[in-house]
């Protein structure tokens, strides 16, 4: 497998990684995407249609070909991975993707859509000159070139900084202290943050918050799953039973029994289910 990521300081505050892969063969045939905050544009190079299902019946509900946009989901998706992919794709930093877009964040969450129904005709020339670029630091260049042509816009600074706050610290209790700081009614506020990350503010802190938990639990070989709820800001286990299963599909201990290398994205053989 071929793997060359590119981080741009021009696009450093919205773009997390640009990367290249080539000759991917994961070795099985679907993947759960479990919810980070985060946004992300795919362009494929291989010509393969991926399928994306249904999460709880397996059925197929979409397919994906050419290029596509995944807006900031609130739970895992379920889709398929294919041999010797080839594809280029920009990871956006949360609020990242707001920038290049021409409607709110909030109208693309919870959905993967066509490349040129986010981006336009643009995004197929890309991908047509993308084909005949042999050179992979050169592909890489023209996505952030297409990138930086695009950026008409930047996200309002209430929200960087409100951004900021949650991800350095998502087990902050209180995220009305977080609206007063703002200056706006928590009603505005709340639509500002919709607009221009794609999920409620309440919602994104308790992602992010669940992203804390799964290298907790990667550290420790005894669970005490009350510590760890409490460690990660959530009032009772329930509470933080009911998330860990809607981000990421598993109990906790079903998902301790698992092995898995990385930690947002989760193989399973869909035959098996």
Not at 98 to 113: A, D, G
Not at 239 to 247: A, N, P, T
Request: aromatic share 12%.
């Amino acid at each position: 497998m071929e793997y060359i990521p590119l981080t741009s300081q021009e696009l450093s505050e919205e773009v997390e990684a640009i990367f290249y892969l080539k000759n991917y063969s994961p070795g099985h045939q679907t993947e759960r995407l479990i919810p980070d905050g985060h946004a992300a544009l795919v362009i494929e190079l291989d010509g393969k249609e991926r399928a994306i299902y249904h999460n709880e019946t397996k059925d197929t509900i979409q397919k994906c070909q050419d290029s596509w946009f995944s807006g900031l989901y609130d739970e895992y998706l379920t889709f398929e991975v294919m041999p010797d992919s080839e594809l280029v794709a920009v990871r956006f930093k949360p609020g990242g993707s707001f920038p290049f877009l021409s409607k709110s964040m909030h109208e693309y969450s919870n959905q993967v859509i066509n490349g040129e129904d986010v981006f336009g005709p643009s995004i197929t020339q890309l991908r047509e000159a993308l084909l005949v670029e042999n050179d992979p630091m050169n592909k890489l260049g023209r996505v952030e070139k297409y990138l930086l042509d695009r950026k008409k816009r930047s996200i309002h600074p209430t929200i960087k900084e409100t951004l900021t706050k949650i991800l350095s610290n998502p087990s902050i209790q209180n995220i009305q202290s977080l609206v007063e700081s703002s200056g706006y009614s928590k009603k505005h506020f709340i639509q500002l943050f919709k607009q221009q990350v794609g999920l409620s503010p309440k919602l994104f802190q308790r992602i992010i918050k669940f992203q804390q938990i799964l290298p907790k639990i990667r550290e420790k070989k005894l669970i005490q799953w009350t510590q760890i709820s409490y460690e990660c800001g959530y009032y009772d286990q329930a509470h933080f039973i009911r998330d860990f299963k809607r981000f990421s599909g598993y109990n906790p201990s079903a998902f301790l029994a698992e092995e898995f290398d990385r930690d947002n994205f989760f193989p399973e053989n869909i035959d098996d289910l």
